[in-house]
């Protein structure tokens, strides 16, 4: 047995190391773009929830006053808000923005698909159904394995106080549209959420709270910037009420 | 050579390998990837009852008294009895004849739209619950300005006018067909019974097709803007004398936009014109039955 000859024992070892290279470097290449799934292509995902408030459209309060004046009356008699009426509006609005922000935009809530937090300024059978129709109410029970961040775009609201036959508010309407951009975490296009959405809130002790609602969700697929045009994800709004 | 081509080949077949050990470690492939979680046209809502599934009975008054007198104690121009079900989603209105010669507690037998002006609607309410055997739950009482003002307050009444009507006295003045109508002219609808066939039947009607109107109306108004709920409810309430909370009428709009106007049933309770001590009445015919099934559940065979 002749020991083996110094070149043959060279070519040996760079073949080992070309294939070992051409290992390596195959599975680099050829990885598929579903970066992410992994745990260590993910970017660190941001932890904060995006600021957002929605842009406040009209408002106002009716009256349900009985008329004492004996002739007939042709005007929409939409009041402007003030003392109680205004805090019951500012209220609502609160609530609403608490209720989108955890349903939509806290990425606790929507990376673990559980959104109990959002269910706070129901009413217990409004609460219940909301839980119920989870779907169109939130992001989605899967919305942490689809999407990499989710940041609120414009949003609008208007709120309608109406007055009980004392001038105090008894009921307030808030009519919603809400939007916000899901970026997925792969594919070629990212998802916008729309929300249009009409809740009726009544007194509860010194809270307002949801006893009806009525959502419609219309969300629609939107193309992914080209890789060299920066994103940036802009809250709608200035801050959080 | 040979060599160089044996060193590619395994080069070629490692790089295969290479790239599914790179997919496998990666996970999933870019298709199944994609958001599934996109919803489209959903549609969710709750909405709060008005005591629970119960059928729900409202009597609806229109006082006849002039700008000078208190309403409740008006003679009633139009009674209609509206039975509603909230679990079938139907509705029944129930029209008496004003001119319905019946028993009024206490006070003997006369016209029935006498019985507001003698002890307010409270008696109407007991006299009706008597005439039929059933329980009334609330009442609604507008006048002729009030019907005026609430309809003018939501924008007019879009109303379809089932035959011509010409009538100086109530001030009718219709073609046939569907057209939107003032306030005026919606009591003058309510109102008329010269140009039509059947008189104060025919009148009680009408005042039924008022209601059905509405109702379409609202589901239609309310699809394009929610907020209407509360303009309707405030017209409403500004217009009308009722028992019903504020709280209990919002539930009650919220039910009523479930309703779909082809499963509101319009009738009027049937009798036969004839006289009385020299004055022009309704006698009633079997009429106990149309109310039980009326209350029970919404609907009158």
């Known amino acids: ?241 | 050579m040979r060599k160089h081509a044996t060193f590619a080949i395994a080069t070629l077949f490692v790089w295969t390998l290479g790239s599914a050990v790179g997919a496998v470690v990666s996970g999933s492939s870019d298709a199944s990837a994609e958001p599934s979680i996109l919803v489209t046209s959903a549609h969710s809502g709750s909405f709060p009852r008005v005591g629970g599934n119960r059928p729900i009975s409202i009597l609806a008054i229109g006082s006849g008294a002039r700008p000078y007198q208190d309403p409740a104690r008006g003679l009633a121009d139009s009674i209609h009895l509206i039975e509603i079900d909230p679990k079938g989603r139907r509705a029944v209105i129930v029209g008496i004849p004003r001119d319905s010669y019946v028993s009024i507690p206490g006070h003997g037998t006369s016209k029935i739209n006498a019985a507001m002006a003698i002890g307010g609607p409270p008696l109407l309410i007991r006299t009706i619950e008597r005439l039929g055997g059933i329980r009334i739950h609330y009442s609604a009482l507008t006048s002729f300005w009030g019907l005026t003002s609430m309809i003018d307050q939501i924008g007019g009444l879009t109303v379809r006018v089932p035959f011509p009507m010409h009538d100086q006295y109530s001030r009718a003045d219709f073609h046939a067909g569907v057209q939107r109508l003032r306030g005026a002219e919606v009591l003058a609808f309510s109102r008329d019974r010269h140009s039509l066939r059947n008189g104060d039947f025919g009148r009680s009607e009408n005042g039924g097709r008022v209601f059905v109107a509405a109702l379409r109306q609202f589901r239609l108004e309310l699809r394009e803007d929610p907020s209407v709920l509360l303009r309707w409810i405030s017209a409403g309430m500004r217009s009308l004398s009722t028992d019903l909370p504020l709280r209990d009428v919002l539930r009650l709009a919220y039910l009523c936009s479930r309703i779909p106007p082809d499963q509101v049933q319009n009738v009027v309770l049937p009798g036969s014109a004839g006289s009385a001590g020299g004055l022009s009445i309704v006698r009633l015919g079997s009429v106990r039955s149309i109310f039980a099934q009326a209350s029970r559940s919404a609907h009158v065979r």
């Open chain 1, 1 to 241: 047995m002749s020991p083996a000859r110094p070149s043959a024992r060279s070519s040996l070892i760079a073949v080992s190391i070309v294939l070992v290279a051409a290992v390596a470097f195959g599975a680099w290449v050829l990885r598929p773009e579903t970066q992410g799934v992994g745990p260590v292509a993910q970017p660190p995902p941001p932890e904060h929830t995006p600021r957002f408030a929605f842009a406040v459209g009209r408002t106002g309060a009716l009256p349900t006053t009985q008329l004492r004046i004996r002739k007939p009356v042709h005007y929409d008699p939409l009041l402007r808000l003030r003392g109680p009426s205004r805090a019951a509006s500012r209220h609502t609005i609160a609530s609403i923005t608490r209720l989108y922000r955890e349903a939509f935009l806290d990425p606790a809530n929507w990376r673990a698909g559980a959104y109990d937090s959002a269910w706070h300024d129901l009413a217990s059978a409004a609460g219940r159904q909301a839980r119920r129709d989870l779907r169109v109410m939130t992001a989605g029970a899967a919305a942490g394995e689809a999407y990499l961040s989710i940041s609120p775009r414009p949003s609008t609201i208007r709120t309608t106080v109406l007055l009980d036959r004392n001038g105090a508010p008894a009921f307030v309407m808030a009519t919603v549209h809400f939007r916000a951009l899901g970026r997925a975490l792969a594919g070629t296009s990212n998802t916008m959420f729309e929300s249009v959405g009409t809740f009726s809130l009544e007194h509860a002790g010194r809270r307002w709270v949801v006893v009806s609602y009525d959502v419609r969700r219309s969300d629609h697929r939107v193309e992914k910037p080209l890789p060299t045009s920066s994103v940036a994800a802009t809250p709608s709004a200035e801050s959080t009420p």
